[in-house]
């Protein structure tokens, strides 16, 4: 019987496709990575109307907040009693700590042009509470101006007057809350008007502010063409090195104040103006040269008229007037009045007395406040010495 064979069937498995290279896949993926991530980008990418929504949001809470922000500033008058020239010199001061805390050196936005918004917003926010009037030297985009609205925010109602003096009458008819004068340069010292009028009738001091002084030649006719500069006697004298050597024919022709000279340089031809370039602006002249002062770091101080007397905040000035018998050694025995209390004198300047010739009233200016026992005992012993002392006030140091 013949023998069969019988292979055995083997089951072969179905070949798989081989798995591409790791270095292969690693690009696949980087590539689909980076393909989904152009086509999100494409997609995502805002339109013009898109981000103007956005901004226009950011206007809605801007307002809101503000709103917010006047409601605070409402309620916080309803349990202080500060008088308002006060707080706006308080708000004044914060607003200066906050900016320079906040700032830094990649924001878009400068120190200064945040300062004056936030003292814009201050003084919006008080203008809901007070017809806060305040007078001062015009017109308008005077140096005085310039620093009202440094000091108050230019949401306050500005007073325009044609005289220091007028300044003073406002404030004591009460036709304004506050006043601001200049009382010196640190180019020229003193100014002559302030101090007389200190001297003429009493006027409490609340406040200073400090304004950097900017000159500027404004006209509308070219340099070679000026024949006559216009401006306050204070502004030509800071700028008589530059006019001397740059103009050197044109007549000099003194007025009451920049901002009325720079109006003039507008009508008249061949005429020009020294003046602030907010004047130059306003009457559209050209700056034909800016910042002529002679001295680069030049500032005039203000004081801030009211009724107030602000309370101590730690970094105080105090402003004192007095008269000593016209005998030897009378003011130095003043002296020794403060030197033994350790005050620090930061202004002294005597004033002739009106129709008493040789004869002179002191201010003073020292560091501290009038409550500060050693300010207050030095003013009581000046007191017994004196034939006259006015205490014109203890206000906050400005900052520049």
């Not at 003096?165 to 640190?186: C, H, L, T």
């Not at 700028?239 to 050597?245: I, K, T, V, Y």
């Not at 350790?342 to 040789?358: G, H, M, R, V, Y």
Request: glycine letters at 4%; proline letters at 6%.
């Amino acid at each position: 019987m013949a023998k069969s064979s019988k292979r055995s069937a083997k089951t072969v498995p179905e070949e798989s496709p081989s798995p591409p290279p790791a270095s292969v896949s690693k690009r696949n993926s980087a590539a689909s990575a980076t393909s989904s991530r152009s086509t999100a980008t494409r997609a995502a990418k805002p339109t013009p109307m898109d981000l103007q929504k956005q901004v226009d949001e950011l206007d809605r809470q801007i307002l809101k907040l503000l709103e917010q922000r006047c409601g605070l500033v409402r309620s916080q008058a309803d349990i202080d009693q500060t008088g308002i020239v006060v707080r706006m010199s308080e708000a004044s001061n914060r607003a200066h700590t906050i900016v320079s805390k906040a700032s830094t050196v990649k924001d878009r936005i400068g120190v200064d042009p945040k300062l004056a918004l936030l003292r814009h917003v201050s003084s919006l926010c008080f203008a809901t509470l007070h017809h806060t009037r305040v007078a001062y030297l015009g017109p308008q985009h005077s140096y005085s101006h310039l620093a009202a609205i440094k000091y108050f925010g230019d949401g306050a109602s500005f007073a325009s007057v044609a005289s220091i003096q007028a300044v003073f009458d406002a404030v004591s008819r009460n036709d304004a809350v506050a006043g601001i004068v200049p009382i010196e340069n640190s180019t020229d010292g003193r100014v002559v008007d302030t101090l007389s009028t200190f001297v003429r009738r009493h006027m409490q001091v609340c406040g200073e502010v400090l304004l950097p002084i900017h000159h500027n030649l404004l006209a509308r006719t070219p340099r070679d063409q000026i024949v006559e500069v216009y401006s306050k006697p204070q502004a030509l004298s800071q700028c008589r090195m530059w006019l001397a050597n740059h103009l050197p024919h044109a007549k000099l022709v003194e007025i009451s104040s920049t901002a009325a000279a720079a109006r003039i340089a507008a009508d008249k031809i061949g005429a020009a103006a020294v003046a602030s370039a907010e004047a130059g602006r306003e009457y559209n002249l050209d700056v034909v040269h800016a910042n002529i002062e002679d001295n680069p770091n030049n500032v005039t101080r203000f004081a801030i008229l009211g009724r107030e007397q602000p309370e101590r905040t730690g970094d105080d000035k105090t402003a004192i007037l007095f008269q000593v018998n016209h005998e030897p050694g009378a003011l130095a025995d003043a002296m020794v009045i403060f030197k033994r209390a350790a005050l620090n004198l930061t202004w002294i300047e005597s004033f002739p007395i009106p129709d008493k010739p040789n004869e002179y009233v002191f201010f003073v200016e020292l560091t501290g406040h009038r409550t500060d026992p050693a300010v207050a005992s030095a003013i009581e012993a000046l007191t017994k010495r004196a034939q006259r002392l006015d205490v014109l006030g203890s206000y906050p140091r400005a900052v520049l």
